[in-house]
Each structure stands twice: as C-alpha cells, then as structure tokens.
T-cell receptor, first 116, second 115 residues
Framework: KAGVTQTPRYLIKTRGQQVTLSCSPISGHRSVSWYQQTPGQGLQFLFEYFSETQRNKGNFPGRFSGRQFSNSRSEMNVSTLELGDSALYLC???????????????FGEGSRLTVL | AQKVTQAQTEISVVEKEDVTLDCVYETRDTTYYLFWYKQPPSGELVFLIRRNSFDEQNEISGRYSWNFQKSTSSFNFTITASQVVDSAVYFCALTGSSNTGKLIFGQGTTLQVKP
C-alpha cells in the first residue's frame, strides 16, 4: 500500500513569509504526527493529530500550527518564517498512535524548507 | 523528563565488521516503549524495532540484534557483518505514553560502512 506522502518535497521561502506543508497518511491511519529535524536540535516533536483533534503538542511557538481533515490528511503551517525554521519537516502516521503493546510510526520522506 | 542519549556521533567501519550503536535513556515512567529507526539519505525514517519496557527479551532479526537492559537503561543495537547498504543515520527513540504519536529521539549515530 502507498506510504506516507508529503508535499512539497522542497521549498524556498524568505523571512516573514508563511508556508503550508501537506501530509497524506497511509490509508486507514488516523494519527498524524509532525517532526522538525535540524542539524543542531535533531528530531523534535511538533504536534500530533488524531481524528481531527490535536492530541499532543511539542514545545514550539504559536507560529507553528496544524490541522487534520476528516480524511486524516494533515497540514502544518508556519507563519512569519525565521531563518531558524529552515529544516526537514517529517510527517508520520499510525493507526491510532503508539499503543500499549503495538504500534509504530511510519514516516514520509519529508519537506525540506529553506528560509532565506 | 524523558531523554535519549546516543553518545556516538559518527562510526566508521569496514564492510563485514560488527558494529554496536549505543543508546541510553532516561524516564520516570514505569511503562515505556523504545524504538530504533534508520534514516537513509532519502530522509525517510524506517522503523527497525519496538521494545516495551516490560519485555526485556533481546531480539535478533537477521544481521540485526538488540540488547535491552533496564538495569542500565540501555537499548543497544548491533549489526553483524555490516554491509555498505547499512550506511545511514540511526536513531533511538522513547515514548512513555500509549495512544500518542510523540517520540523523544536521540541525536542519532551516523554509520559509514566502507567497502
């Protein structure tokens, strides 16, 4: 079956602009998580959505937001871009999250954002 | 607070050598879950293994094996007879909650396997 699909794969923006990234999870998966990966900070959790509701949130400023649609597709938005927002943004999906005895996250290839 | 430490930033080996990637974790949760992921140059994180805290049994999968020791809070990963295709960044991760998509990742270990 198709994996997690993220679009766009690459994009370049300038400071102050805003950006929207899209993630289509594996069919049947209801949980979508977003991560930011940078050389300095590594992989950091942004937020998770489950059945259109934000279930968990990481320690990022309010400029970072997201949403999930009824078909489980998710978008994340970053407003007022800063140079430090340059990163690989990874989306991961799972059936319902990391359950008590099973469950894993399936990751997409990411959207690489460069802020100039 | 939860934390995962991968002290080895980069490891370089010659093909067919065995290599062990270290992972030490910190958590106050009595129940928690540990993972290893591989990240090839394409960027996608590939799931390798999940271990629940109540299951200390070690695991072997082909050339891969994992040693989970609660007493030392470690979850080490060994590749036997390494191959060039094993070259990638490897991440150890932890979560203390079920029904979540949140993982705490270590900084990753870059493994280079030379022919």
């Amino acid at each position: 079956k198709a994996g997690v699909t993220q679009t766009p794969r690459y994009l370049i923006k300038t400071r102050g602009q805003q950006v929207t990234l899209s993630c289509s999870p594996i069919s049947g998966h209801r949980s979508v998580s977003w991560y930011q990966q940078t050389p300095g900070q590594g992989l950091q959790f942004l937020f998770e959505y489950f059945s259109e509701t934000q279930r968990n949130k990481g320690n990022f400023p309010g400029r970072f937001s997201g949403r999930q649609f009824s078909n489980s597709r998710s978008e994340m938005n970053v407003s007022t871009l800063e140079l430090g927002d340059s990163a690989l943004y990874l989306c991961a999906s799972s059936l319902a999250g990391l359950g008590a005895n099973t469950g894993e996250l399936f990751f997409g290839e990411g959207s690489r954002l460069t802020v100039l | 607070a939860q934390k995962v430490t991968q002290a080895q930033t980069e490891i370089s080996v010659v093909e067919k050598e065995d290599v062990t990637l270290d992972c030490v974790y910190e958590t106050r949760d009595t129940t928690y879950y540990l993972f290893w992921y591989k990240q090839p140059p394409s960027g996608e994180l590939v799931f390798l293994i999940r271990r629940n805290s109540f299951d200390e049994q070690n695991e072997i999968s082909g050339r891969y094996s994992w040693n989970f020791q609660k007493s030392t809070s470690s979850f080490n990963f060994t590749i036997t007879a390494s191959q060039v295709v094993d070259s990638a960044v490897y991440f150890c991760a932890l979560t203390g909650s079920s029904n979540t998509g949140k993982l705490i990742f270590g900084q990753g270990t870059t493994l280079q396997v030379k022919p």
